[in-house]
């Protein structure tokens, strides 16, 4: 093969786990970040990153990516992530992804409560359609892409009203870590320190974050921590095939994916299925772990069965942009799974209820 033609191998691959456009991924490969095409990082920038896929990724909303997320653009001390134009939530219009994740990041104290957001984080700065974050006596950098148009001064500027007029003091102005956040810290040990054992994890899926698009069969993907284990929901409708080893397989791949193994299983894909069971959820868990790290694992739950969350789930993708291409792969309008009448009606086996 010549070098040309590796090349363009590689791009495509990297392609499948980031989302850039091709040609970006080519000139990042072209320039060698960091001696691996695909660089992970450590430290202050991994838990900046781990925080900001954390809260970005959380239920209750419908974005045309996964997750919110069109395609990051990882480096070996940065990372851009490039947000969908809108979020839906589960009964609304829909609200600019920009300043619903302004909502979910930006650091406020609420005296006597805790701080909501992101303990320590920064708006470092804007140009344009970016917003730069970081952490308070940090260099780590994350970048917030918006779409062409994004206003990011004027959503800092209601935020930052909006906060002190209820009282809660905004905090992503502040040179240091404030007293409120110290205090948070301290009074939340158990849980920072859970969250810290994350930091890694979470970091390594933001920069492969495109794989629950090209790679998985869900139309719909949540996410939330418990304890030190991270987790995530990916329903696939009935009559689009599961294809969780696919999923596994380029999560877990030897160049390109995590360096973690199957802790414990359980994959129901044998099990039959009564056909009077409308709202019957089929559900395979995984858990996964690093080898040498006692804390902090993921748990995916692939998840099998008639659409459950609003009663048009191809029509709701459809209003906030989805890709036609990927929505007629994951909700087909012929799929069996769509013609019955939506609404969660009881848990899939396993299940601990959580929801979007």
């Not at 070996?76 to 589960?90: C, I, K, M, N, Y």
């Not at 957001?117 to 308070?136: K, N, Q, W, Y």
Request: aromatic share 8%; with cysteine; charged share 20%.
């Amino acid at each position: 093969m010549t070098m040309g033609g590796r090349l363009t191998r590689l791009a495509r691959t990297r392609q499948q786990y980031t989302g850039e456009p091709f040609q970006v991924t080519r000139n990042a490969l072209h320039g060698g970040d960091n001696g691996h095409p695909l660089p992970d990082t450590t430290g202050d920038q991994a838990r900046l990153e781990a925080e900001v896929l954390a809260k970005l990724g959380t239920g209750g909303q419908w974005w045309s990516h996964p997750l919110g997320i069109a395609h990051v653009r990882p480096g070996p001390g940065s990372a851009v992530v490039q947000l969908d134009s809108h979020t839906r939530f589960s009964r609304g219009t829909p609200y600019p992804r920009s300043a619903h994740a302004l909502d979910r990041l930006l650091p406020m104290a609420e005296p006597g409560v805790q701080v909501a957001g992101v303990i320590g984080l920064r708006v470092a700065g804007v140009e344009g359609a970016d917003l730069h974050l970081t952490l308070s006596g940090s260099t780590c950098r994350v970048v917030l892409r918006g779409v062409p148009g994004t206003r990011w001064e004027e959503l800092l500027d209601e935020r930052w009203h909006h906060a002190t007029e209820a009282g809660c003091p905004p905090l992503w102005y502040s040179p240091s870590l404030t007293s409120h956040e110290s205090a948070d810290i301290r009074n939340h040990g158990e849980t920072w320190r859970d969250e810290r054992h994350l930091d890694r994890l979470g970091s390594a899926l933001l920069r492969r974050v495109a794989l629950f698009h090209t790679s998985s069969s869900a139309y719909s993907t949540r996410s939330w921590i418990t304890g030190d284990e991270w987790i995530f929901e990916l329903d696939t409708v009935l009559g689009v095939p599961l294809a969780h080893d696919h999923f596994l397989a380029r999560l877990m791949d030897p160049v390109w994916g995590l360096p973690l193994g199957v802790d414990r299983q359980h994959c129901s894909c044998g099990e039959r299925r009564d056909p009077d069971e409308r709202f019957y959820l089929r559900q395979c868990t995984y858990h996964l772990t690093y080898a040498a790290r006692p804390h902090g694992g993921l748990q995916l739950r692939f998840r099998h069965g008639s659409a459950v969350y609003g009663s048009d789930a191809r029509g709701t993708l459809k209003s906030v942009g989805s890709p036609m291409k990927w929505l007629d792969r994951v909700l087909p309008s012929s799929s069996p799974g769509l013609s019955a009448v939506t609404g969660r009606r009881r848990p899939a086996r396993g299940s601990t209820g959580e929801s979007r």
